[in-house]
């Protein structure tokens, strides 16, 4: 397999940074984005320490603007782009009764109109060299919902809609689109929950135990792969058995 262009978004640590570490050990030259330049420039340089060919820059998937020149920067630099995995999502939990409007417009600009406005840029030249490759990371909750996240489920359903009318959109030019609907996956979002929360989401896993970044990053790898080459518009869920 060729050199690959790739852009991840959220990838300085989490699933996003075990994303792009799978990308970049095949050998890939790797974008990432992120929120703080400081979190930036660490991951950039501890990964380029390591030997991989990586490049990160400090901007918000809310930044419509600052997204077009990235892709613009990618494509200058690399002269195409061949996959986008849309990674970037927040959590701002807490039931309808006491969610503010701040609460819901945060979550659902940031984890679906995120996507929007990177994809807007990124099949621009996908769509001229007549192929790319398009995975989004849903979420298991925007498939079976979940008390206490209205913005973040609403905004997850939305990314698997949008993930399947772009397959339809893209499928002539050969943009293949999915989406990965991780579970329950150590990261420090989910560190967030107490004992007794884990304890409870634990309990709902067929297989017994909580997922890793690992375990996300390895079917992304997969659907951005030559053996996916047939597989667009599906949801993958990657969650010990929590949703079936
Ligand atoms: P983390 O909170 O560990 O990491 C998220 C990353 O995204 C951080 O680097 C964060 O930056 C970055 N980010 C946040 N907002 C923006 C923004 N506006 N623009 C660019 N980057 C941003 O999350 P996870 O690794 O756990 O989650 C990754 C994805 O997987 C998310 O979409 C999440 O919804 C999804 N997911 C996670 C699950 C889990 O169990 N962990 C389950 C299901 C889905 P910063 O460091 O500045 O905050």
């Not at 920067?73 to 039931?95: K, M, S």
């Not at 689109?177 to 996956?185: F, K, L, M, R, S």
């Not at 634990?202 to 030559?226: H, N, S």
Request: hydrophobic share 45%; aromatic share 4%.
């Amino acid at each position: 397999m060729s050199r690959r262009i790739v852009w991840v978004t959220g990838g300085s640590r989490g699933i996003g940074l075990e994303i792009v570490r799978a990308f970049a050990q095949l050998g890939d030259k790797v974008w990432f984005n992120d929120l703080r330049e400081d979190q930036v420039r660490e991951t950039e340089a501890a990964l380029v320490a390591e030997g991989f060919a990586v490049a990160g820059r400090a901007c918000s998937v809310t930044d419509f603007a600052g997204l077009e020149r990235l892709v613009e920067e990618i494509v200058t630099q690399d002269g195409r782009l061949d996959v986008l995995v849309n990674n970037a999502g927040i959590t701002r939990d807490g039931l309808m009764m006491r969610m503010t409007e701040e609460q819901w417009s945060l979550v659902i600009h940031t984890n679906l109109t995120g996507c929007f406005n990177t994809i807007r840029h990124a099949i621009k030249p996908m769509m001229k060299q007549r192929g790319g490759r398009i995975v989004n990371i849903a979420s298991v909750v925007g498939v079976m919902g979940n008390a206490g996240q209205a913005n973040y489920s609403a905004a997850k359903a939305g990314v698997i809609g949008l993930t399947k009318t772009m397959a339809r959109e893209l499928a002539s030019r050969g943009v293949l689109v999915n989406a990965v609907a991780p579970g329950y996956i150590e990261t420090e979002m989910t560190a967030q929950l107490t004992e007794a929360a884990r304890g409870e989401l634990t309990r709902q896993i067929p297989l017994g135990r909580t997922g890793q970044a690992a375990d996300v990053a390895e079917v992304v790898k997969f659907l951005a792969g030559p053996a996916a080459g047939y597989i667009t518009g599906q949801v993958l869920q990657v969650d010990g058995g929590m949703h079936m």
